[in-house]
């Protein structure tokens, strides 16, 4: 598990380096740019609190008590931590704005719907691993 955790830490350092060093917007779409921005760094931070979840997930799963109900909802918690997080690795690979000006706009519309996709799954995601860990 702490292999897993280091290469996701290991993975996001490397994206995030890359990332970093990508083409900035025009300044007509720097709004819209902030905005994609805005959203990505709301719930970045929340892939810590992901794979704690995960983790106490895996514990409840070591419990001999556990009910198959309750092992099922766990396997299912975790599932969606896990692609909840690899959705924030994809948008953060495949992050990539055009250098052509007359293609950012509608490229930054279409990232703002992804990321907002990939945002409300990692908050489903946590809510539900919460629910089941009660």
Not at 21 to 44: G, R, S
Request: include cysteine.
């Amino acid at each position: 598990m702490k292999k897993y955790f280091s290469l996701l830490i290991l993975s996001s350092l490397i994206l995030m380096g890359i990332y970093s060093c990508k083409n900035q917007p025009d300044q007509a779409n720097q709004a819209l740019y902030d905005e994609v921005m805005k959203i990505h760094d709301e719930v970045m931070p929340e892939m810590s609190t992901m794979h704690k979840l995960e983790k106490q997930l895996y514990e409840r799963l070591g419990n001999e008590f556990i009910s198959e109900y309750e092992k099922s909802s766990a396997l299912k918690a975790i599932d969606s931590l896990m692609n909840a997080s690899e959705s924030m690795m994809v948008w953060m690979k495949e992050f990539k704005l055009p250098e052509e000006l007359q293609k950012q706009k509608s490229y930054l519309e279409s990232e703002k719907v992804r990321i907002s996709q990939v945002n409300i799954d990692m908050k489903g995601s946590i809510e539900f691993a919460k629910s089941v860990l009660k």
